[in-house]
């Protein structure tokens, strides 16, 4: 049966409002590999005053010697620990829903503490829900991870994050209460603007590199 013109305008507009049940197919989050590593790496602390003291040894403080026989030796008393204080901020995200933007999604707010929800609104109010939610939880993460990259110079109240503690200036600026200009334990090593004029040079730089994050990184544990 042939259909009317005023039929195939309603089917239109049918077909445009048909959509997936599933969940939207998300075309803009991206992967955060370093924050999913810093939670699934997270440890319990005892945390107060809103300060959290990072413990590093900067020494061994070693009372090496050699001796024979009845030779004197001496004995020290130890001092290898320091404390590096970390400022705590919060994070907030959030959202809101207001009386119209429900009243558009089927969803009527009353005072009538008797009131029922029907079957409809209660799709409409979860499918809503879910989605602030989801979106909620992938906004915050997203911005914590990109937050946690940074030197946190954006903000005073921001994290100082891998860009601040491996750093292209190792030996400028203070982090966690500590001057890495005065302190060389705390600064991790940079090689900037090698020359690739010269054959090998760049595997010779990136060698010595290798060896220092040998030596000071735990096995190449670290930079």
């Not at 939670?39 to 107060?48: A, E, K, P, Y």
């Not at 024979?68 to 204080?85: E, I, M, S």
Request: hydrophobic share 35%; proline share 3%.
């Amino acid at each position: 049966m042939p259909l009317t013109a005023a039929q195939m305008v309603s089917g239109a507009n049918t077909q445009l409002q048909t959509y997936a049940t599933n969940d939207p197919v998300d075309q803009f989050t991206t992967q955060r590999p370093l924050a999913n590593w810093l939670i699934q790496n997270r440890q319990d602390s005892i945390f107060g005053n809103g300060v959290f003291n990072e413990k590093i040894r900067y020494t061994n403080d070693s009372n090496y010697q050699n001796y024979t026989g009845d030779d004197q030796v001496t004995y020290n008393r130890k001092k290898t620990v320091r404390l590096a204080p970390f400022q705590a901020y919060e994070a907030f995200d959030g959202f809101t829903l207001n009386e119209t933007e429900l009243a558009n999604n089927g969803i009527i707010l009353t005072d009538d503490r008797n009131a029922v929800m029907t079957e409809a609104e209660k799709i409409q109010i979860v499918n809503i829900l879910q989605e602030n939610w989801t979106t909620l939880k992938d906004g915050f993460q997203e911005n914590w991870d990109i937050e946690v990259h940074l030197d946190g110079a954006t903000n005073p109240k921001a994290v100082p994050g891998l860009d601040a503690l491996v750093s292209t200036t190792p030996a400028v600026g203070t982090v966690g209460g500590i001057d890495r200009a005065a302190t060389t334990y705390w600064r991790n090593w940079a090689d900037i603007g090698i020359s690739t004029a010269t054959a090998g040079n760049l595997i010779s730089h990136l060698e010595t590199l290798w060896r220092k994050s040998i030596a000071y990184g735990k096995l190449g544990g670290g930079v």
